[in-house]
């Protein structure tokens, strides 16, 4: 099993990603933003941090890097991607993904603990979740308010593309609480939370996070979104 | 058209009235110049020698006492110290083959002037340091200090600072783990912000700012140059005959983290390949100070066409040039054969670099603009022989006021004052200086890298640098101000007091010291003998301990008019510890865990938080300094979590015993049941010093019942005394004190958080 | 020399976090007259020469494609500064008395 | 309703990577006709009514004391939006095509 992790000049949690993927049991391979390859990885995470500085808008200059237009079209094709923070920004800059990130409400970036409601688990990054599970997992961002148009809104919530929720306050004034959504097919998903901040024991404010590489692991092992292996 | 002052030009124009006074420079550093350069400087040589031998960068006034640092290095000391003072950073090995490095800086005046860039680029710079040495950066850390909360001027500062601390930061992706956030009036005018950062590589890696092997290459590479930061010396232009007059020079430079972010990445890449022979990075004095220290430290000479130096502004003129302080800039020394890879991994990551010079023997550092020579100078003579001060030192007579209104007079709660003992418990955690800090330190990622064991609000940043046997080190950085206002000597001992037990307290072993010592102007007699005894007092300290100084920074000039702030010399002490997950944190967690007082106890409130708050009072005698009790307890806490003994450990500082419970319940809202009984007891003190003395080399624990006696064990071989205070109570419950008053966490809660919040949210 | 200036704002719709919070700020300092705050960017695009139709068309589609995002952004003027030469300095002499 | 644009730019001696950072991404795109990129703010703030000469004025001062940091940014233009009614909308199309 080999899942590719993208590096962009400013990413930051890639190492983390890495780390999470390995300690969770497959293989991690780095994906450097200049490939025009995606090196036969069965998997795509787009990390954390900052592209580009996040200059203009957080991740609208990443989502021109060459190995995008590889993502986009394996994403097209049901490869399991996952966009978390930066890279959720990059999969809503791209189209992947519906909506955008604004400027959290306060203003202010925001690094806590907070906990979301797993809402979708027919993802291949959400299966090992129960459904409406709660779980804990680290939250830092500047610009990680999610918003979209009135009909999207109504779109995402009527066919069960809010993936996670925030529970109890809304952190950033994110639209609906939303803190993570998917693609019509569901093999795209994008949260603002770092799971991969959650894995280890000690390192971090849970290990909720491994089941997102977990499930991705069963999902590949199952059979769920080989059909465009690269 | 402007003419350009070449070396030739300057001994054909001896009499040419220079700007040496607009330059700072005092009339005899003036003629030692030209005695230097046998002739009067170039435009582009006055410019140089005015940065470096200025206070910031030769370190005139302090220098003369730096000799304490290595008379009270002992061989010892020396052993774990690879790279030691005189570096960009010391350098001390932890073990399995790993070395780290440390070091604080301040960024105060910029900070003041243009809040967020100026924190932000103060971040910026102590990382470059640390990256000079061939170590990738691993956390940051930021002491900030303010005037009155309630000071307009705060609320412009403040949330700027932070902003920039945690934009820079955060974007560099270094997870910053501890500092600290002081509010007094002394800093009112005068705020300190005091960045450190932490790095680690493979003791093989460590590399120096030496430009050695003649003949190899001189590569600048990062951002280009701009006007950054040279606002102050344009007095220069009107020097250099220009018709248009002097073009706007901003005195303020502009951070970019992501440059800096993607200059770490190469620069590691560059050390991975091997392809550097010497590594400068770009701070203050800009090329001044890169060209000048890497060919003293090196061969003794080296040649650069400035005129190659890719600019962001073309209009900046050589001396400009020189003295630019942009920033996201390094200096590298490359062998000729090496050059094409070095070049090919800038390339990658889209980093500009340019060959400017090479390194000769020569002993003449020589710069030239489009074939003339503006420069040629003996490097020794800029970076490292400018000029030495020794100032006058007086003790002020006003300390003897100060130590004479002591606290005996203060209106205290007696013993069965319950509501007294509770209000005062209340208002010294809504204080500002120990109320909930959340506001500014969730602004700052912790998480990245995923290597932090522990961070905000724990006592000490954790962080794990061996991902494969959990071998890590921890850090603290510490000053109480109103204790050096009221003794310089014994004030800087209790910080590295407080400093080295925040280190122990979470399980690590204190290995070295790092400092940043922030003090009014060296003109000042009575600021100077401040400093001197701070300075003794760390280094004395430091010898006692057994632990190294292996680096530091100076601060002058922190005053408005002739009122300097308090002797503000921060201590950052830096820990080692085989496996950080066993830190075992500072909140209490488990119930019915037994909860102990370790340490002594004496009535000692003068200069104490409660003085501030309840009295707006400062005075008397700071509590008594026992470096011997620290080491001893720090053997109890350094082998007891190696054993895995403590549920919780947290220390006790400002606002003593009271606040320690208090924090220890909020932590993760759960309370405990507790009775003074003991302590009142043993030590002889009144319930009310029992809370809130401040008596230092104490700490709290808790340990599960069947750890009692391995604590005692513990405490009894190290002559550490113990005080049994209670036990932790059930999750959501508050604080008991038997026989006194009881707080349930609610309003703990709100006690301990408003305050911040209600100053800066919205 | 010439330049084109980009202006881009959020969709009126769009939550607007920091125009909120000026709007806010301004009572406070005695400015009561302004009842709503909406902040967008201004880019200034520096083109070698005289800026040409066809440097206005690249400008257009790097707005629509870059420099905006068109869930949640419109841009609301594309377009070549009045006087090319001398830029920022005199854009602020042509309008009303900025420093005031 | 009335319309007041303030304009923000950072100071040109000053360093602007955002600036840089889209100056750098363009010619990936394909846009090989701009040499260099600023990035600066637009506020739009809206008073009731018509935009008097006194709006203007408070106008001024905002984007002078608020709006803008004087160490590092320059207010580059206060004016009365032209027309005032429509809001960003017009001005798009009072404007050469942007949405070409
Ligand atoms: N207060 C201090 N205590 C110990 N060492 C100090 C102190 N101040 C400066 N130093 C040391 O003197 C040397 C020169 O300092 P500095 O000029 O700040 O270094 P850099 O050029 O890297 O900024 C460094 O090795 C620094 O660690
Ligand atoms: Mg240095």
Redesign the interface.
Known sequence: MRIGVVTFPGSLDDRDAIRAVRLCGAEAVSLWHADDTLHDVDAVILPGGFSYGDYLRCGAIARFAPVMDRVIDAATGGMPVLGICNGFQILCESHLLPGALIRNDHRLFNCIDVRLVVENTATPWTRDFGRWQEITIALKNGEGGYVADQRTLDMLEAEGRVVFRYAGSNPNGSYNAIAGVSNERGNVVGLMPHPEHCVEEGFGPSTDGRGFFTSVIAALAAGTGLEVRQ | MSTLDTVAHAAQTPDVEQPWAELGLKSDEYANIREIVGRRPTIAELAMYSVMWSEHCSYKSSKVHFALWGENTTDQMREKLLVGIGENAGVVDIGDGWAVTFKAESHNHPSY??PY?GAATGVGGIVRDIMSMGARPIAVMDSLRFGNLDHPDTARVLPGVV?GV??YG????LPNVGGEVVFDDCYQGNPLVNALCVGAMRVEDIHLAKATGVGNHVVLFG?KT???GIGGVSVLASETFDEGGP????A?Q?G????E??LIECCLDLYAARVVAGIQDLGGAGLSCATSELASNGEGGMRIELDKVPL??PSLRPEEILMSE??ERMMAIVEPHRLEEFLAITTK??VEATVLGEVTDTGRLVVTWHGEVIVDVPPRSVAHEGPTYHRPLARPTYLDVLTADDTTDLARPGDHDGAGLRHALLTVLAGPNIADKSWV?????????????MAQPDDAGVV?VD?FTGLGVALATDCNSRFCALDPYDGAQLALSEAYRNVAVSGARPLAVTDCLNFGSPEDPGVMWAFRESVRALAEGCKFLGIPVTGGNVSFYNQTGDVAIHPTPLVGVLGVMQD??KRPGSGFRTEGEHIYLLGATRDELDGSEWSRVLHGHLGGRPPQVDLAAEMRLAEVLVQGTDKRVFGMAHDLSQGGLAIALAESVLRHGVGAAVSLREVTHIWGVSAFAALFAESTARVLVSVREDHERPLAQLCAANSVPMAHLGTVGRPGSGLVVQDCFEVDLDELQAAHTHTLRAAF?? | MGRIVVDVMLKPEILDPQGQAVARALPRLGFDHITEVRQGKRFVLTVDGEVTEDDLAQARDAAERLLSNPVIEDVVSVRAEASATTGATSEASATSGASA
């Open positions: 002037v243009e860039q902003a945690g934009g955060n974007c560099l992706g951002a701009g006007g950054d073009a706007k020079r901003p303020v502009v970019d983290p992501f440059a972010k993607v962001r502004d942009s920033q990551w889209d330190t969730d602004q700052y990622d912790r998480y990245v890298m995923g290597n932090t064991a794990r991902e950080v997950s949210a919205g």
